[in-house]
């Protein structure tokens, strides 16, 4: 329970500020996330997740949120619940929208194109993709996310029997 007045929060008999244990619940979450989704413990790495996001919430994190539901969202596409992890990437696209933090909106299309990627949606993908490669275009974005993206646009064309021009198509 929250001590009210003092910005400080019980937890395990220790007091300690919010933002601080949203952040311990997300720095443990993301490596035990890779550990758990290596041995499909899915299970725990939802729970992980959801106490740093009931944390965020508490203490109106609104980035914070975004990025640990996008990390459900991921949870689910490697547990092969592509509906929800739709669902989750769109949510967490929604609170970056609202903020305006271009990065993290780019990451969310590329998650959600990489979803329709692997439904099958070819066109829903590209249309996904292509709005995240116009914000990391914008904003100058470069490294892992542009690889992502890019090859997640060539499999798009590919499969539609289509060839990829990143000229062409920006």
């Given at each position: 329970d929250a001590i009210k007045g003092r910005g400080v929060i019980e937890h395990n008999k220790l007091r300690v500020f919010p933002i601080?244990?949203?952040?311990?619940?997300a720095v443990i979450a993301v490596p035990n996330t890779s550990f758990a989704l290596s041995y499909k413990d899915y299970d725990k790495a939802l729970e992980y997740h959801a106490r740093a996001l009931v944390i965020r919430e508490d203490i109106g994190d609104n980035r914070g949120m975004g990025i640990t539901i996008m990390n459900i969202g991921d949870v689910y596409h490697y547990q092969g619940d592509i509906n929800k992890a739709v669902d989750y990437f769109k949510r967490s696209l929604k609170i970056f929208e609202e903020l305006g933090t271009k990065r993290e909106m780019a990451f969310s299309l590329t998650n959600i194109?990489?979803?329709?990627?692997?439904?099958?949606?070819?066109?829903k993908a590209i249309e996904y993709l292509d709005k995240s490669l116009n914000i990391q275009k914008e904003i100058g974005l470069g490294g892992e996310l542009l690889l992502n993206t890019t090859t997640c646009l060539n499999l798009s064309y590919k499969y539609l029997g289509e060839k990829y021009d990143i000229d062409k198509n920006q």
């Open positions: 601080f244990l949203a952040w311990t619940f194109g990489w979803v329709f990627l692997h439904k099958s949606d070819y066109d």
